[in-house]
């Protein structure tokens, strides 16, 4: 014995299903591999469009802050308030609950 007799193997059997099943798990892993980067870059603009409305929500809500911050009402010196006609039976008023100084 040459001591290789444990390397030998049938090579008419041997070949042709290990080389049919390296070539379909090379097919399998590339498949899988397409399909994860194609889910990474759903999953990455789906962030990105989450992020963009966030951002864009807040810009609107600094905005309405600002302006009720800065909003004043009309009142004339006698006490007298504005009101304004917003259709059928209904007004608005606008500084009727300020204290006077």
Known sequence: MTGQEGLRFNSA???VWKS???????????????LAALLALVFAATVLVIALITSVLVAVAGLALRARRTAKPDVADDGVIEAHKVGGHSWVAYGWDERKS
């Open 13 to 15: 059997g041997h070949s």
């Open 20 to 34: 049919l099943a390296w070539l379909g798990s090379a097919i399998a892993t590339t498949i899988a591999a397409g």
